[in-house]
């Protein structure tokens, strides 16, 4: 579609949560508040990665992950994680659980796209965006064509879109305030409050975006910024998210 060198896509979904107590009993403070007993609503998110898409331009159709999130509600939502598991619960300890009962349970296409599992306290939104992203919303609708009979985003739908444009920490804050003027006016001029399908050539998948705005930013940009450019992340949701890059170590 771009013209860019073969790059990596990722996508994020942290719309997976449940409600336990648990307390940690290998702590070095006896005092320390989280040997008692408490509890907290913790979320999960999943990242997939891989350096093709599948029709219509998916890394992987969100909905594949529902068996997932049925394991989560099943045998994690308001339990006594202690009651259930020998290990301290730690929210690293829990994303090592729960990923290899993504790796012995969920299809082996999705195995093989597995990039990291997180598990964090309270809601996920955004929790993973790099300090030195460039933020920008625009409001667009959209549909996707060649899904299942009945498939939601097959009929026409919006979203409130976020995009992430990724820099360098060492790029001169000039050239990087050059680059976020100019994808804002992008934005705002070409895709704010459109139908993405009548003004894009391609199918407006949140990965898609998140290629298009990258090649679109380096071509905008000259040889000094553009080695500057490292990722954009699309926002559909403010717990789902696609990543393009041609840095291969995709994801964060």
Known sequence: MSGLARGRYCIGDGSFSFAAAHHLANLPDAENKAARPHGHTFTVEVELTGTELRAPGFVADYAELAPFGEYVKRELDHRDLNALFTFDTTTDALAQHITAWFLAHMPPELGKQLHA????LG????AHQHVDDESFTFEAAHHLEGLPDGHKCSRPHGHSYRADLR???QMNPRRRARLRALLAEYLDRHLDHRD?????QFQPTS?????????WTLSQANAREAAAVQAVRVWESPRRWAEFT???RSGR
């Open 117 to 120: 599992i997180h598990v964090c």
């Open 123 to 126: 809601a996920a939104t955004g």
């Open 167 to 169: 820099l360098t920490p």
């Open 196 to 200: 993405l399908n009548s003004v894009l």
């Open 207 to 215: 990965e898609l975006l998140a290629e298009h705005l990258y090649a």
């Open 246 to 248: 041609q840095d291969e």
